[in-house]
Structures are given as C-alpha cells and as structure tokens.
C-alpha cells in the first residue's frame, strides 16, 4: 500500500476518527491514480515466475503450482506484489498471509479465477517515500471535493447536472508535481 491511514493523518495533522472510513476508501483509488499518472508500477527486480499459479477467487489468494518455489523466501506480509503475464489479474495486490504455497491477498482488490501457465511474474512493489506525502494530499482533495463532478444542483424538484468530462479527478497541478520524478515514459 502507498500509504497508510495512520501516515495520511499525520501528514494531514488529522487526530479525530471521523474520516477513517474515507481515508481507507480513498487509499487504493488514490495508489492507482498515481500508477496510472506516472506509467509506473514501482516494481523492483526481485520477481518470481513459475511454471503456474491459481488465483481463486473465493479466498482471495494465489496458490502456487511450481512446489520447487517456497514463497515466504521472496514475499512476506504486508509487501505489496504486482503481478504480470496474467490473463485477468494483472494488478497490484497488498498480501495479507505467506506461506510456502499461497499468498492470501487483501480483499480491495479481487482476484478473478484463473490458472495460469507460463508466463505470469509476481514482482514486488516499493513506493518511494517521497510519494506518501503526495499520495495524503490526493486522498484530502478527493475528500474535500466528494462532488466534484457535479456541476450544477437545483433545489425545488431536485435536478443534478454533471459535468461533462470523462475525468473522474483532475487534481491541481500543485498536488500533481510531486508525481513529476516518478513518471516514465509514454509511447502512443
């Protein structure tokens, strides 16, 4: 996870609870929303590939295939993986339990049923510092501006009009030059 609720407090001077539940909510919209600006996925060499893995869905973790491989030597709680070569869930994941054969994954993000041969790679995942910081200011914008997409309510006979951009969150251009040093390169 980029960052956690406990951080994104103290970097806010936040003491109360009463945005706990926001805050958790924000937190993985946030992570990708980074991912997604920078063309980033703050992967790190260490990576594992195998002759296949499982991803069940009902238990939310990876089963490990390849018996050759023991998982608690490369992966441990708490580590955020990203995984590739995958058919449907090539995604970042936050492990919740290692053990030799499975990781059990956290729940806000699912994994859809799949095995896979050949091909898939879990690489863990290290955020930079530097980006709780930047990561606490988006979660506090999209706080604040809950509605932004609204662009215009009447009252009498309640009428809404939404905007018309496609941009779930433009973030200000202050907020977004902390992202500057992490984005790569774009080929389109």
Request: proline share 2%; charged share 20%; glycine share 4%.
């Amino acid at each position: 996870m980029i960052v956690t609720r406990d951080e994104v407090k103290a970097i806010l001077n936040i003491t109360d609870d009463l945005k706990d539940a926001q805050i958790d909510l924000f937190i993985p919209f946030v992570q990708q929303d980074i991912i997604d600006k920078t063309r980033n996925n703050f992967t790190q060499i260490l990576s594992v590939a195998s002759s296949g893995f499982s991803f069940v869905n009902s238990t939310n973790d990876i089963d490990l295939v390849d018996t050759s491989i023991n998982l608690t030597d490369y992966f441990q709680a708490k580590m955020d993986i990203y995984i590739s070569g995958s058919l449907y869930n090539n995604f970042h994941f936050e492990i919740l339990t290692v053990t030799a054969q499975k990781l059990e994954l956290n729940d806000l993000v699912k994994v859809i049923d799949e095995d896979t041969g050949e091909g898939a790679t879990l690489t863990y995942v290290i955020f930079p510092t530097p980006l709780k910081m930047t990561a606490s200011l988006m979660i506090n914008y999209r706080i604040k501006n809950i509605d932004q997409n609204v662009k215009s309510e009447k009252i009498g006979k309640y009428n809404v009009t939404y905007r018309d951009n496609k941009v779930a969150v433009d973030y200000p251009e202050m907020i977004l030059s902390g992202l500057t040093q992490y984005k790569h390169a774009s080929y389109t």
